[in-house]
């Protein structure tokens, strides 16, 4: 499950929290991080050596310019969910 995937699962049971999810936008961003094998690996091998450190870093434990990152993702998403859950 990617990131927008989680966050929408909470939004569906009714979640609002941005920290919740944000938490679900790094969570399934992860999971993905942690198994696309990205082209760019192959010429930047450290930055998926840096991709998985964060993959494997529980967002609580980010630092906050990583979080605000999930952040802007999440509010992107609750903002454009209120915009069409009633339609």
């Known amino acids: ?3 927008a995937e989680a ?7 009714g979640e609002t929290d941005i920290e919740k999810l ?4 790094h969570e399934g ?3 993905v991080a942690l198994h696309f094998n990205d082209p760019v690996y192959q ?3 450290e930055k998926k050596d840096a991709r998985h450190k964060l993959a494997k870093t529980h967002y609580d434990a980010l630092a906050d ?3 605000k990152k ?5 509010k992107a998403l609750f903002d454009e969910y209120k915009k069409t859950a009633g339609k």
């Open 70 to 74: 999930d952040r802007v993702v999440a």
């Open 7 to 13: 966050a929408l699962e909470l939004l569906a049971k």
């Open 29 to 31: 961003w992860a999971k």
């Open 1 to 3: 499950m990617g990131s």
């Open 43 to 45: 010429s930047k091998p």
């Open 22 to 25: 944000s938490e679900a936008i």
């Open 65 to 67: 310019d990583e979080k």
